[in-house]
């Protein structure tokens, strides 16, 4: 996205937030590189990352103005935030950092709308360039919104596949538990009574089982009931 801002406001002729844009590229490959070498902590490449765009915001509004609509940023921002703290269970300084960013962020679009309303910005852009502007924001907002929202419904998807195992089978031998059996007899009783179909239920023990487990451990006697 920073290289077309590049380009974009070196077509317009707005030198200052193309040079911004070249140092934000440049910012980039650096907390890239850094934390892909475990250099940075990843709460401090949120940190910057979230300061780098409120600057891009704020100098943007300044020059090209409001209605070019770069602070819809903001709300990528607060959304991100809302899912990466929902996703740091028991991970308390994660969702501390997602908490200062979001106020940062809030705080920070109230003070560029404020400053909006008084200071006139630097360049009159025509209407055509300034609503290109807009909806390239706008578009890039939304995509950051939808691709994050179908990484939760995904990641939900897999957490209630998670416990719906949990709650239906016995960890170690994966094979249905008592909840779920009561369930299945149910369904066979109805069928029973509304159809008259025969059905039959084998059981099966294993004799002196304490046994085995005092005698091999009961690894092995895990062992045994998984195979």
């Known amino acids: 996205i920073h290289f077309l801002l590049t380009c974009i406001f070196s077509f317009t002729n ?27 902590k990843s709460k401090n490449y949120y940190m910057l990352a979230t300061l780098e765009i409120i600057l891009q915001i704020s100098f943007a509004t300044y020059f090209v103005g409001w209605e070019t609509g770069f602070y819809l940023y903001c709300f990528g921002i ?23 960013i979001t106020y940062i962020t809030i705080i920070s679009l109230f003070i560029i709308r404020i400053t909006a309303c ?4 630097v360049y009159k852009l025509k209407s055509g360039i300034t609503a290109f502007f807009f909806t390239m924001n706008a578009l890039e907002t939304l995509f950051i919104i939808t691709h ?23 960890a170690l031998t994966n094979i249905f538990n008592r909840y779920k059996m009561r369930d299945f007899f149910s369904v066979l009783k109805e069928g029973f009574d509304e159809h008259k179909f025969k059905f039959a239920v084998i059981i099966v023990d294993i004799d002196d089982f304490k046994h085995f ?8 006697g895990d062992f045994i009931l998984v195979e």
């Not at 140092?23 to 890239?32: E, G, H, N, V």
């Not at 008084?118 to 910005?121: F, G, L, S, T």
Request: charged share 20%; with cysteine.
């Open 118 to 121: 008084y200071v006139e910005p």
């Open 213 to 220: 487990n005092d005698t091999y451990g009961h690894e092995a």
């Open 14 to 40: 707005v030198w200052q937030m193309a040079s911004l844009n070249i140092l934000s590229i440049a910012l980039y490959l650096i907390l890239f590189f850094l934390l892909k070498n475990s250099k940075l």
């Open 78 to 100: 607060i959304f991100v935030m809302y899912y990466i703290s929902s996703l740091a269970i028991h991970q308390d300084k994660v969702k501390l950092t997602c908490k200062i």
């Open 148 to 170: 994050f929202m179908r990484i939760f419904s995904r990641r939900f998807e897999s957490w209630e596949t998670h416990l719906s195992n949990l709650a239906q089978k016995d």
